[in-house]
């Protein structure tokens, strides 16, 4: 059997879960397995190889996970289920931070780093100098190894917030848990294979905004600039939480980043 045949029997079978996006998902489990041209031939024992692979996505876990590795910000990352998946939505927030990084201020902390994907993508694209910080050690692990496959070095510290953080930064950026109670409990599927500990923002979705707004400005150098993803109905409640601050949107139009500068 061929690819490109094989890629239609998948494409039928991940139909309940994936919908239209069936044939595009089947393509990314073949091409993970190495296949790359539609006329290579899949053998008994690559449909074998395929078919964990397939039943764990008809169970409801993502993609990502299945895959083990997602793209974000044009770059390759370990992804499972210690962290949350990188999305695109949060690539304003590294366009962003991008432009805030001039000369020598290149010292950034990525708080809450998950997968390290936001730091990284800085040290890579930008030579950012970064810091990672998550309270979960398996977090930070797998940052290590996603430093590692990217060519860059990233120092990785545990805390619980600014806790264990130690310095002061020309940039912080921060996409914390901000999930509500009431999001938490109609989350979809696939928030339910993420971790919690990586979502949930309190009863209104707003407790680690507080926590950094009470802490932020002694880890922040003067002319520094703090960065934090939002969720879409949050822009009001966190900019009143840090007073003077922008917004910028998303591709969408939608809220996704508020700027605090610290002026020299």
């Not at 927030?93 to 991008?98: F, H, I, K, N, P």
């Not at 977090?139 to 806790?163: C, I, Y």
Request: some cysteine.
């Amino acid at each position: 059997m061929i690819v490109r045949r094989a890629e239609q029997k998948i494409a039928a079978l991940l139909a309940p879960v994936a919908g239209e996006d069936a044939r595009l998902e089947a393509s990314f489990l073949l091409r993970a397995q190495g296949f790359r041209s539609p006329y290579q031939n899949v053998t008994e024992a690559d449909a074998e190889a395929l078919q964990p692979l397939i039943e764990r996505r008809l169970s409801g876990e993502p993609l990502q996970y299945v895959l083990g590795e997602w793209e974000f910000f044009g770059l390759p990352f370990f992804v499972d289920k210690r962290v949350l998946i990188p999305r695109p939505d949060t690539e304003i927030l590294v366009e962003t931070a991008m432009k805030t990084l001039t000369g020598d201020r290149r010292g950034v902390l990525d708080l809450c780093c998950g997968s390290g994907c936001i730091g990284i993508a800085l040290a890579v694209r930008a030579s950012a100098r970064v810091t990672a910080a998550d309270v979960s050690a398996d977090a930070l692990a797998l940052t290590e190894r996603n430093a590692a496959k990217n060519g860059v070095s990233v120092a990785t510290v545990q805390s619980d917030l600014f806790a264990s953080v130690e310095g002061t930064f020309d940039l912080i950026v921060s996409n914390p848990p901000y999930l509500s109670k009431a999001d938490m409990d109609a989350r979809g599927a696939v928030l339910r294979f993420e971790p919690e500990l990586a979502l949930y923002g309190g009863e209104d979705g707003l407790d680690f905004y507080r926590r950094i707004a009470a802490d932020y400005r002694r880890h922040l150098k003067p002319g520094g600039t703090l960065l934090l993803e939002i969720g879409m109905t949050q822009r009001q409640a966190v900019e009143a939480l840090f007073g003077h601050s922008e917004c910028v949107c998303d591709y969408g139009g939608r809220p996704r980043v508020i700027a605090v500068k610290e002026y020299d």
